[in-house]
Nanobody
Framework: QVQLVESGGGLVQPGGSLRLSCLASGSIFSINTWSWYRQAPGNQRELVATSTSGGSTNYVDSVKGRFTISRDNAKNTLYLQMNSLKPEDTAIYYC??????????WGQGTQVTVSS
């Protein structure tokens, strides 16, 4: 059984940094593509960053140059380093596998709030 547990969120001032972690327990982590998503109140969940098994990364335009996705295959853990945070980054952040047809059940996510 695969469980997704996100952590590392919190309250931070604009311009600050946070590092999120996603532990994918029981998954075949190293051969899969993994992504971070976020969802703000009233909005749909959006794809933020992706890390492929081959080592390539992709980002939504709004976070390019500020966020960095990485992974530790030995620990079945996905990370998201978030720098220069903006109020519009406020959302619940989730991780999951790609493609969409192979996603696991969503975890509870971790709340990121950027406010002065």
């Amino acid at each position: 059984q695969v469980q997704l547990v996100e952590s590392g969120g919190g309250l931070v001032q604009p311009g600050g940094s946070l590092r999120l972690s996603c532990l994918a327990s029981g998954s075949i982590f190293s051969i899969n593509t993994w992504s971070w998503y976020r969802q703000a109140p009233g909005n749909q969940r959006e794809l933020v960053a992706t890390s492929t098994s081959g080592g390539s990364t992709n980002y939504v335009d709004s976070v390019k140059g500020r966020f960095t996705i990485s992974r530790d295959n030995a620990k079945n853990t996905l990370y998201l380093q978030m720098n220069s945070l903006k109020p519009e980054d406020t959302a619940i952040y989730y991780c999951n596998r790609l493609p969409a047809s192979r996603r696991y059940s969503w975890g509870q996510g971790t709340q990121v709030t950027v406010s002065s």
